[in-house]
């Protein structure tokens, strides 16, 4: 058991007593009280668990802390710009109504906001393949990728 520091969503935050080995999941959920994202399949196959670790897409449920303890780590609760502003993706979700459960909206969002900082202007095919690995029990998936290029049309994420 360490005391680990996590830099998460612009915030220096301390975990006491945690095994290394923790899935960066439960240790965002359950210590630090971060429960927007969700836990899935507990084998990173689902994509509800995607955070960015160093601004990457990666799937918290298999993800030991250990690694992500010098890494930028951003959560949905952290994708907005502030409390008034939301994040353009978070905008185009609604303006598109793609949330219908809302189960795995968070890790769909955190992967679709990697894809547009690393492609900033994605074809069907990028955004197909960036978001393969996330899983939508209800099906939105035009609906994600009509979001995604309407973020991409208005200039991106910056």
């Given at each position: 058991m360490?005391r680990?520091?996590?830099?998460?969503?612009?915030?220096?935050?301390?975990?006491?007593?945690?095994?290394?080995?923790?899935?960066?999941?439960?240790?965002?959920?359950?210590?630090?009280?971060?429960?927007?994202?969700?836990?899935?399949?507990?084998?990173?196959?689902?994509?509800?668990?995607?955070?960015?670790?160093?601004?990457?897409?990666?799937?918290?449920?298999?993800?030991?802390?250990?690694?992500?303890?010098?890494?930028?780590?951003?959560?949905?609760?952290?994708?907005?710009?502030?409390?008034?502003?939301?994040?353009?993706?978070?905008?185009?979700?609604?303006?598109?109504?793609?949330?219908?459960?809302?189960y795995?909206?968070?890790?769909?969002?955190?992967s679709?906001?990697?894809l547009?900082?690393?492609?900033?202007?994605?074809?069907?095919?990028?955004?197909?393949?960036?978001?393969?690995?996330?899983?939508?029990?209800?099906?939105?998936?035009?609906?994600?990728?009509?979001?995604?290029?309407?973020?991409?049309?208005?200039?991106?994420?910056?």
């Open positions: 360490t680990l520091s996590l830099q998460v969503n612009g915030e220096n935050r301390f975990v006491e007593n945690i095994d290394p080995s923790t899935p960066l999941l439960w240790v965002l959920r359950d210590h630090l009280g971060l429960v927007g994202t969700k836990y899935g399949c507990g084998k990173g196959l689902c994509g509800s668990c995607t955070v960015h670790v160093g601004g990457k897409a990666m799937r918290s449920c298999s993800l030991p802390v250990s690694s992500a303890a010098d890494q930028e780590i951003t959560t949905i609760e952290g994708l907005a710009k502030s409390n008034e502003e939301l994040h353009p993706l978070q905008d185009a979700w609604i303006e598109q109504d793609v949330p219908q459960c809302g795995c909206q968070a890790g769909q969002l955190m679709a906001a990697a547009l900082k690393e492609k900033p202007k994605p074809n069907n095919t990028d955004i197909d393949a960036a978001m393969s690995g996330n899983i939508c029990r209800c099906g939105t998936y035009q609906r994600i990728r009509k979001a995604i290029h309407s973020v991409a049309e208005k200039g991106g994420v910056a």
